[in-house]
């Protein structure tokens, strides 16, 4: 039977596994029902702006829910740590990188206040393009050795920042 003729009601109880799963998956610990409510509500969503053209039914749901939930993480840590202001350096790092989805992109980013635009280099093409530690360096025309300081500085303060917001240490 396909989604279009299933009820609303059957969409959402069938379908609650996969916002209890995206809330555990995103690492949500601070207002879960909040979130749990947002996942329905893009669960709604997706029934209602499913088109069979766009895939299947539960990878398009997945992607609706878990994209409001990134929306929100990532207005709630503007909101926790204070608009993140760009440089034009990091303007121009960010705008040559290419990731398939905009949401979790700008949630990495928004842990990046401070870093110099070397380490913020290096978090665009470490974490986000996924990139080895070589290629980097073979990229920026520096040692590994470089970018392995430029990786260490990076990290300390992004795990200041989600300190800062969170209120928790990561390790």
Same mark, same amino acid.
């Given at each position: 039977?396909g989604?279009?003729?299933?009820?609303?009601?059957?969409?959402?109880?069938?379908?609650?596994?996969?916002?209890?799963?995206?809330?555990?998956?995103?690492?949500?610990?601070?207002?879960?029902?909040?979130?749990y409510?947002?996942?329905?509500? %893009?669960?709604?969503?997706?029934?209602?702006?499913?088109?069979?053209?766009?895939?299947?039914?539960?990878?398009?749901?997945?992607?609706?829910?878990?994209?409001?939930?990134?929306?929100?993480?990532?207005?709630?840590?503007?909101?926790?740590? %204070?608009?993140?202001?760009?440089?034009?350096?990091?303007?121009?790092?960010?705008?040559?990188?290419?990731?398939?989805?905009?949401?979790?992109?700008?949630?990495?980013?928004?842990?990046?206040? %401070?870093?110099?635009?070397?380490?913020?280099t290096?978090v665009?093409?470490? &974490?986000?393009?996924?990139?080895?530690?070589?290629? &980097?360096?073979?990229?920026? %025309?520096?040692?590994?050795?470089?970018?392995?300081?430029?990786?260490?500085?990076?990290?300390?303060?992004?795990?200041?920042?989600?300190?800062? &917001?969170?209120?928790?240490?990561?390790?």
């Open positions: 039977m989604i279009q003729h299933m009820s609303i009601e059957d969409v959402l109880v069938n379908y609650e596994p996969l916002v209890k799963k995206q809330i555990q998956a995103l690492g949500i610990y601070k207002n879960k029902e909040d979130f409510q947002l996942g329905m509500i %893009g669960l709604w969503e997706a029934y209602m702006r499913f088109d069979e053209k766009q895939g299947t039914f539960p990878s398009f749901a997945k992607r609706t829910v878990r994209g409001k939930m990134l929306t929100q993480l990532s207005k709630d840590v503007q909101l926790e740590m %204070g608009s993140v202001a760009f440089t034009e350096e990091m303007e121009e790092v960010i705008a040559d990188t290419r990731i398939d989805d905009p949401l979790e992109r700008e949630l990495v980013l928004s842990y990046c206040q %401070g870093l110099s635009k070397k380490q913020l290096w665009i093409q470490s &974490i986000i393009e996924n990139k080895k530690l070589k290629e &980097i360096a073979k990229d920026e %025309g520096v040692s590994v050795e470089r970018v392995k300081s430029w990786r260490k500085r990076a990290l300390k303060k992004i795990l200041k920042n989600y300190e800062k &917001i969170h209120g928790q240490s990561f390790l």
